[in-house]
């Protein structure tokens, strides 16, 4: 399954997909959660400010990211590293291994990856309202992905056909209410609602019922 997380600059008007599940949705969303979601959201501010008034992240949550890679680069200072217009933050709590150690930020493994490490360059950025792409791992889906769902997402209508068409009867199953456009629709209508070749993106949202 291939998920754009492309910037929807200058495209045509989204189309605007809600779903309503009866319980519990995450497990059905982790895959579209690690693959990458685009948030219209603040930028020009550090990370921290990010994760805190973007995100919703608690003190503790925070404290559970363990890993935290920006544009490619792993980060350690989460107060200086600046989200920026079209930034990909991927956000993972402690992994296993050697490979877990390193990229874990502050920890003592850090140095063996000094060269890639990220760091400011002094640059000015602007600030404002822009787009970046979100992607979360283990245990931070629970954590951070019902807010950032029932905000809404933005995910190519190509990547959302794929992940629907993908979905077992237990999925549907819990879906309470599906609108398109404001307009109630059931599963099976996506395919036949949805044109990959027009309205490019999709704002979705998921709420728990």
């Known amino acids: 399954m291939a998920l754009s997380s492309d910037r929807p600059d200058g495209i045509e008007p989204y ?26 959201s603040r930028i020009g501010c550090s990370i921290g400010t990010f994760l805190r008034e973007e995100l919703g992240a608690t003190a503790g949550t925070i404290e559970k990211i363990q890993s935290i890679i920006l544009d490619g680069k792993p980060v350690d200072d989460i107060e200086s590293a600046i989200v920026k217009d079209g930034s990909v933050l991927a956000l993972s709590a402690a992994m296993p291994g050697l490979v877990g150690a390193t990229l874990r930020r502050g920890g003592s493994y850090s140095s063996f990856r000094s060269a890639i490490t990220y760091h400011e360059t002094g640059e000015k950025y602007s600030s404002g309202e822009g787009f970046v792409c979100i992607k979360l791992f283990n245990l931070l889906m629970a954590e951070l992905g019902p807010e950032i769902l029932q905000k809404g997402v933005i995910i190519s209508s190509a990547g959302l056909l ?23 629709i059931n599963g099976p209508e996506l395919q036949d609602n949805i044109q990959p070749q027009g309205n490019k993106f999709i704002f979705l949202s998921v709420s728990s019922g």
Not at 15 to 26: E, K, N, Q, S, T
Not at 164 to 182: H, V
């Open 15 to 40: 189309y605007r997909l809600a779903f309503v599940m009866d319980g519990p949705c995450i497990q059905h969303f982790a895959l579209l959660l690690q693959q990458g979601v685009t948030i219209s």
């Open 162 to 184: 794929s992940f629907t068409a993908e979905q077992f009867p237990d999925f549907w199953q819990q879906c309470r209410q599906i609108t398109l456009d404001n307009r109630l």
